[in-house]
């Protein structure tokens, strides 16, 4: 379908055979990005993994994300960190028990704490000050703005607001994230340190170590942890909270997930990560999650690099294309009960959301398919089996389970409009 908005063509790919033709048969065709004055500001031009032009520095970033920052041996070394920051937060919920409790915001403080371990190694002496400037980030790099809409006329950049806003972000984080490094290359050259190399530790090793085919500088390290950290966090949050109200809303799903995750681990007594391959319904809860409620209901922009022909549709060079996931999550064509939060969808059903069902696309697919997808996973799984074996979870009592509010406010990932607020009482065991 072709949509013009402002002086920009697009072309809106809504199905999942029109979405295998941009994504895989002619992935190389549709692996840049269009123009973004959010990116180009907040990704010190351009230079991150998500919006770096493909070629041959954007080849690099992706083997060291997928070799050196994310690969599966380092996301199980992040194990004790995860678990730490899962128990600092059920510890939480403990002294709320039977009051009412802020899940959505004790989600979003366990991932940002997660990531900022991971990625600094410790809890950012100003994270109180960091978390705020990338949860501004994230809201204003969603969606459309009326400068990149409307190119052509470059005074709209200066009154809409638009580059001021982005320009004092951007500085803020530079602030911070030069801090950060400064205190990295500090503690290398004079303490060394028996510890699991943080993100930073990584890509600092890599740009002293002169072998790669482009140099990095600091502005691509600080582009690349500034990645990690909005999506990492944001994303991962938002499946949670997401996952959460949708149970809280369905009782009897919330109850199986339960009763599942309570037998797996009945004899330890606590959730591990040795077992949570055994938790298939939890597993098809968050399926039906990241189906139901995306965290970005449309894929990033692809640019066309040549003229292009999908399923009978002629696609010229330049043109901007978007990948509607939302649309085709919630098509019968490919779903039963589409608008209907039912985890057994997923039950003896390989379909899978790594890029290869082309029905199912919460992370994208080909070259540019979101490189944290395990990482994520890791935290959400953990976190959520964790919460729903040691506590039982209700609305307020002046709150209906018909009239729970699940509106939607939009951003980098699509939150929860209003928080969602339950009433934690700890499980006892019989």
Request: aromatic share 10%; glycine share 6%; net charge negative.
């Amino acid at each position: 379908m072709g949509l013009q908005l402002g002086q920009i063509p697009f072309v809106v790919i809504s199905s999942a055979e029109s979405a295998e033709q941009i994504l895989k048969t002619h992935d190389v065709v549709f692996a840049n990005r269009p123009f973004s004055l959010a990116a180009q500001i907040l990704t010190y031009d351009f230079t991150d993994i998500i919006f770096s032009p493909y070629g041959a520095y954007w080849r690099q970033l992706r083997k060291i994300c997928a070799l050196e920052l994310l690969n599966p041996n380092r996301v199980q070394s992040f194990g004790s960190i995860r678990s730490e920051e899962i128990s600092n937060s059920m510890g939480g919920v403990s002294v709320s028990a039977g009051q009412e409790f802020n899940f959505s915001q004790m989600v979003f403080s366990l991932t940002a704490g997660i990531v900022s371990r991971v990625a600094f190694g410790k809890k950012y002496r100003g994270h109180d000050e960091f978390v705020p400037v990338m949860e501004e980030m994230a809201r204003i790099s969603g969606g459309f703005s009326l400068a990149d809409l409307f190119p052509s006329v470059k005074l709209l950049q200066v009154t809409s607001g638009m580059r001021s806003q982005l320009l004092r972000l951007r500085n803020e984080a530079d602030r911070m994230m030069d801090g950060i490094i400064s205190d990295h290359r500090e503690r290398q050259r004079t303490e060394g340190s028996d510890e699991v190399d943080d993100l930073v530790d990584v890509l600092l090793k890599l740009q002293a170590g002169g072998g790669l085919e482009v140099p990095l500088s600091d502005d691509n390290i600080k582009a690349v942890i500034l990645d990690v950290f909005i999506a990492g966090s944001d994303t991962s949050a938002t499946i949670m909270d997401w996952a959460m109200s949708e149970m809280i809303k369905n009782p009897r799903i919330l109850q199986q997930a339960q009763i599942e995750v309570r037998r797996v681990f009945k004899l330890k007594g606590d959730v591990d990560v040795t077992q949570l391959h055994e938790l298939y319904y939890l597993q098809s809860v968050i399926k039906e999650t990241l189906r139901l409620h995306p965290p970005g209901p449309l894929l990033i922009p692809r640019e066309c690099g040549e003229d292009c022909e999908i399923n009978g549709f002629q696609v010229k060079a330049k043109e901007k294309v978007i990948v509607n996931i939302w649309a085709i999550s919630r098509d019968p064509k490919y779903w039963n009960d589409p608008e209907e939060f039912r985890p057994e969808k997923f039950i003896n059903n390989p379909i899978d959301f790594k890029g290869s069902n082309f029905e199912f696309l919460t992370f994208g697919s080909g070259r540019r398919i979101c490189p944290g997808v395990a990482f994520s996973m890791a935290n959400i799984e953990l976190s959520l089996a964790k919460f729903l074996y040691h506590f039982d979870w209700e609305l307020p009592s002046d709150v209906k389970i018909e009239n729970l509010d699940m509106t939607e406010l939009y951003g980098f990932a699509v939150r929860k409009k209003h928080n969602l607020k339950v009433i934690p009482i700890p499980y006892t065991k019989h």
